[in-house]
Nanobody, 116 residues
Framework: QVQLVESGGGLVQAGGSLRLSCAAS????????MGWWRQAPGKEREFVAA????????YYADSVKGRFTISRDNAKNTVYLQMNSLKPEDTAVYYC?????????WGQGTQVTVSS
């Protein structure tokens, strides 16, 4: 079993930056492919970015490509999401999970609010 704890969200103006962190517990957490998802009010949860367990490959939703960067530090069992040039439409609760996600791994998420 893996526990995932997201942090780093907050309120930022459009054009600003935030870095989210996802701390994973469990001996084998560093061997998982991981990803970030987000859910805006009244919308379905959507894929944002993913990274293989080695960190060698990354994948992004078209809406964030060129602005967001996913990375990981396996020694710290932590996955990051660097978000630059934030837009109001990036406002959502952001979640990390194994990729493909597991329903029993969703955490509380971290709120990101981008003001215009």
């Amino acid at each position: 079993q893996v526990q995932l704890v997201e942090s780093g969200g907050g309120l930022v103006q459009a054009g600003g930056s935030l870095r989210l962190s996802c701390a994973a517990s469990g001996r084998t957490a560093s061997t998982y492919h991981m990803g970030w998802w987000r859910q805006a009010p009244g919308k379905e949860r959507e894929f944002v970015a993913a990274i293989t367990w080695t960190g060698g490959s990354t994948y992004y939703a078209d809406s964030v490509k060129g602005r967001f960067t996913i990375s990981r530090d396996n020694a710290k069992n932590t996955v990051y999401l660097q978000m630059n040039s934030l837009k109001p439409e990036d406002t959502a609760v952001y979640y990390c999970n194994q990729n493909p996600y597991r329903d029993d791994y969703w955490g509380q998420g971290t709120q990101v609010t981008v003001s215009s």
